[in-house]
């Protein structure tokens, strides 16, 4: 009998609480700031991108999930910018899911690129593709990203459910722009086993805030679907959810809102990012808590980088009001989403 020589390790896992009792079990982790589309509420049509070298390689995100892991961050999400504008990202994502303690890797993108690699995606094990999508109408898909792609994101979802990848669509909800686009969005859940989440629109367009928009809460949007499904029922949210769920008698999915602005959620936060340039956010509306990159490039060990992160997450704000008060002064809650990393 032949006996593998391959070395087995056994890591062991304790989770790590921030000051408020929360867990800290999911990672959000942009590879790119770079993006193939140019949504008008997330950049703007002229984004300034980083230059390549100071973006973290693929070894040094590697190397933190590594040391994440056994802190109990199980669950990994990709996500940027557009996560397939980076070059060499397969072997990434099969690295990340071979990691000891990562039970769970989910991508969010925007579907332009995603249809090419969903053979290798399902091969990989990715849990969940996050879809975004605002709209149902291809004119108005132009008018709000700038670029003539939805037939390639329809093409992505098409794929996904094909390889039974589990899908969830996204969409921002912006006054004035698709807020026609509810009704047929959420209706996506009927036609197709997709779960379909409203976003509430942030204040991250890289323009600085706008005060002709935010109208629509998550307590109007989920009241526009009743209106029209008043039979329409509340479900059980899984553990640390952002969105919150509903049936609709009939759909093969669920419909959900996301109260991204109105932060509901933060009493069960479980999750922390790290962008593309390296910098760790313990919550969306921080400016970034600490620098990994500048501590990975110091040739500081594992072990010092671990006893940084425990005493981050022993700081944390409470919520996403607190983080926002917290920022530095002159520096409001406005950069892209694409360079946080939503
Ligand atoms: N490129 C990928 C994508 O499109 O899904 C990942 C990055 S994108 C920044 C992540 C998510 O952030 C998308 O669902 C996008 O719609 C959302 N987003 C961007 N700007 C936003 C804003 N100002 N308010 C709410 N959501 C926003």
């Not at 769970?104 to 995606?121: E, H, R, S």
């Not at 499904?229 to 959810?241: I, L």
């Not at 008060?325 to 406005?334: D, H, I, S, T, V």
Request: overall charge positive.
């Amino acid at each position: 009998m032949q006996f593998s020589d391959q070395k087995i390790t056994i890591v062991k896992i304790e989770q790590i609480y921030d000051n408020y009792n929360r867990p800290i079990q999911y990672l959000r982790l942009a590879v790119t700031d770079r993006c193939n589309l140019r949504c008008f509420y997330c950049m703007p049509e002229h984004m300034q991108f980083v230059p390549k070298q100071e973006l973290l390689t693929y070894e040094e995100m590697e190397r933190l999930a590594s040391i994440l892991a056994p802190m109990g961050v199980s669950k990994i999400r990709i996500t940027g910018g557009e996560p397939f504008v980076r070059r060499d990202l397969l072997p990434f994502l099969d690295r990340l899911v071979n990691i000891e303690g990562v039970t769970q890797l989910n991508i969010t993108t925007n579907g332009v690129l995603t249809w090419k690699y969903m053979k290798q995606l399902k091969e990989i094990g990715v849990h969940t593709l996050n879809l975004s999508l605002d709209t149902v109408d291809k004119q108005r898909f132009f008018e709000i990203t700038r670029r003539d792609t939805f037939d390639d994101v329809i093409k992505t979802l098409h794929t996904a459910l094909d390889y039974g990848i589990q899908l969830k669509i996204n969409a921002v909800v912006m006054d004035g722009k698709n807020t026609d686009d509810i009704l047929p969005m959420a209706e996506l859940a009927f036609k197709y086993p997709v779960d379909v989440r409203f976003i509430e629109e942030m204040p991250f367009n890289g323009q600085g805030r706008s005060n002709d928009r935010f109208k629509w809460d998550y307590l109007k949007i989920i009241q526009t679907i009743k209106d029209r499904y008043p039979e329409m029922e509340r479900v059980k949210d899984s553990n640390h959810s952002t969105s919150t769920n509903y049936h609709i008698p009939g759909f093969k999915g669920n419909v959900g809102v996301i109260p991204a602005f109105s932060r509901t959620f933060c009493g069960q936060c479980n999750r922390i990012r790290v962008t593309a340039l390296g910098m760790l956010k313990t919550c969306l509306y921080d400016d970034g808590v600490f620098n990994l990159k500048k501590l990975m490039r110091n040739e500081k060990d594992d072990g010092e980088i671990r006893q940084q992160l425990i005493r981050i997450f022993s700081n944390r704000a409470k919520d996403g009001f607190e983080a926002e008060e917290k920022r530095a002064p002159g520096k409001p809650a406005n950069e892209s989403m694409s360079t946080i990393g939503g």
